[in-house]
């Protein structure tokens, strides 16, 4: 298996071990706040579904370069955390807790093409398939981690 294909792997291994854990929460946690402001427990897990998604559709659309370092990728968050809001807040919409889950249990397959080096199209820009993969890993991580203290 290739390197991005491992960190593919880890992706779902972790999103499914987040939906087994919030599978025990009460209705009460889900409406809940979250530590980011404005989102309730259910918002940011909608955010952990949007961003898998966002990977999705990354991986299997190629780009051209020049690629984005995985540094700069990050540091476009900030700049975008409003328009990042909004589109968790869509995407999340009225779906319930167990219709989130389900899509956060879902695999994340590679197409057969995809390779480490591969130039695809990740939302702020083009980056090499293994650098995407790894920056939303991060990401899936530290959202667990906002999560984790957002719970008793």
Do not use: N
């Not at 992706?11 to 980011?36: E, F, R």
């Not at 057969?112 to 199209?121: E, H, K, P, W, Y």
């Amino acid at each position: 298996m290739s390197r991005v294909g491992d960190e593919l792997a880890a992706y779902s291994a972790q999103a499914g071990a987040a939906a087994d854990w919030l599978a025990d929460l009460s209705a009460d946690d889900w409406t809940g706040p979250s530590v980011l402001p404005d989102w309730d427990v259910r918002t940011l897990v909608g955010h952990l579904v949007a961003s898998k998604s966002g990977l999705v559709a990354g991986i299997a659309t190629p780009a051209a370069p020049p690629t984005l370092a995985p540094s700069e990728y990050v540091r476009a968050y900030r700049l975008d955390a409003e328009g990042i809001t909004t589109v968790t807040k869509q995407l999340t919409g009225d779906q319930t807790p167990d219709q989130l889950l389900a899509q956060l249990r879902e695999p994340v397959v590679a197409p057969d093409s995809l390779a480490d080096g591969t130039v695809v199209a990740a939302p702020r820009g083009a980056m090499t398939a293994l650098d995407f993969a790894r920056v939303r890993l991060i990401d899936l991580v530290v959202h667990c981690d906002d999560l984790s203290r957002s719970l008793p």
